[in-house]
């Protein structure tokens, strides 16, 4: 049974920091591209950060050079550390796992809140 469990998130003030976590288990974790999306109230889902398997990174223009994924295949875990945040990145962060003919996985969500 595939498990994604996130972690970390809460509230910051503007300008603040935080790093959330996802612990990815039932599955062989280096395999798959891995990635962080949100969903803010009233919006469609959308993509913040990823890494694909043996590939590089990619981020929303919204947040480069605030905002760094990473990922341990030993920890089978996925980060995104979050510097500098705003108001508009409140939302429900998900990790979500996939690989093509391996499955498409997301986590439960945990919220970020940015109070403007």
């Known amino acids: 049974q595939v498990q994604l469990v996130e972690s970390g998130g809460g509230l910051v003030q503007p300008g603040g920091s935080l790093r959330l976590s996802c612990a990815a288990s039932?599955?062989?974790?280096?395999?798959?591209?891995v990635g962080w999306y949100r969903q803010a109230p009233g919006k469609q889902r959308e993509l913040v950060a990823r890494?694909?398997?043996?590939?590089?990174?990619n981020y929303a223009d919204s947040v480069k050079d605030r905002f760094t994924i990473s990922r341990d295949n030993a920890k089978n875990t996925l980060y995104l550390q979050m510097n500098s945040l705003k108001p508009e990145d409140t939302a429900v962060y998900y990790c979500?796992?996939?690989?093509?003919?391996?499955?498409?996985?997301w986590g439960q969500g945990t919220q970020v809140t940015v109070p403007s």
């Open positions: 890494i694909p398997n043996g590939g590089s990174t």
């Open positions: 039932g599955i062989i974790f280096s395999f798959y591209d």
């Open positions: 979500n796992v996939a690989k093509h003919l391996l499955g498409n996985y």
